[in-house]
C-alpha cells in the first residue's frame, strides 16, 4: 500500500514487508503474538479487478480449547448447536454456541449422549443475557425458549478466532469430544 492510503488507517491494520520463512514458522509467530491469521499472495501475481484469481491466500490460525457441553438448540433432525462453557469456581459460564464441525456420525453420537439426558434447569450462573451482543453470540430469555439443557457432563475440544469484549467466543467450530476428563477442571484458558 502507498503511504497516500496508510495515512488514513488506524490499527490494527498495518503493511507488512515480505516475510521469508515457512508458512510453520510463520504461523507459530501468528499464535505467539495472538493475531487472527494471514494474508498472502503470490509475488509474480497481479491484481485483476473483479476477479477471484486464488492469487491471495487467507490463512486463519484458531484458537483452541476444551469446555463443557451442557445444553443444545434443536434441530430438524437432530440438535441445531450446541451451547457450552467453561467453569469458574463451582459456577459454569456459558462461552458460546455453534453448528459447525460435526459431521453425521457425530452429530448422531452426540444425540443419542443427550437422549434421556435432558433437564429444565438452565445449568449456566450467567444466563440469560439482557442483550445478545455485538455478534449475536449471546443467549437472551427470548433464544433460550429454544434450548434443551443437559447436566455438564459431556467435555469437547472447539476451536474458536478470539474471545469477544462480552466474555464469548467468535467463529466457533466442534472439534471433538473429550472422554476421562473432569468437567469441573475446564476453565477459561485466555
Known amino acids: ?4 492510503v496508510l495515512r488514513y488507517l488506524s490499527e490494527p491494520v498495518r503493511e507488512s514487508p515480505v516475510l ?14 495472538g493475531l487472527e491469521g494471514l494474508v498472502a499472495k ?11 484469481t486464488g492469487a491471495w491466500q487467507k490463512v486463519r490460525v484458531n484458537r483452541s480449547q476444551e469446555f463443557v457441553i451442557a445444553g ?14 467453561y467453569y469458574d469456581g463451582d459456577r459454569l459460564l456459558y ?32 444466563l440469560p443475557e439482557a442483550h445478545s451482543g455485538r455478534w449475536g453470540e449471546g443467549l437472551t430469555a427470548d433464544k433460550m425458549l429454544g434450548c434443551r439443557w443437559v447436566p455438564p457432563v459431556l467435555v469437547a475440544t472447539f476451536e474458536f478466532v478470539e474471545w469477544t469484549p462480552d466474555n464469548h467466543l467468535r ?13 469441573r477442571d475446564i476453565r477459561r484458558e485466555s
Do not use: W
Not at 74 to 85: K, V
Open 1 to 4: 500500500m502507498g503511504d497516500q
Open 20 to 33: 521469508y520463512a515457512s508458512l510453520t514458522d510463520l504461523i507459530a509467530a501468528v499464535r505467539a503474538q
Open 42 to 52: 503470490r509475488l509474480d501475481s497481479r491484481y485483476k479487478p473483479g476477479r477471484r
Open 72 to 85: 443444545y438448540t434443536a434441530g430438524p433432525r437432530a440438535f441445531g448447536a450446541l451451547i457450552f462453557g
Open 95 to 126: 462461552a458460546g454456541r455453534t453448528r459447525s464441525g460435526f459431521t453425521p456420525g457425530v452429530r448422531g453420537k452426540l444425540q443419542d449422549a443427550f437422549r434421556g439426558l435432558e433437564s429444565p434447569e438452565c445449568p449456566f450462573a450467567n
Open 171 to 183: 467463529h466457533v467450530s466442534f472439534v471433538q469430544l473429550r472422554t476421562g476428563k473432569d468437567p
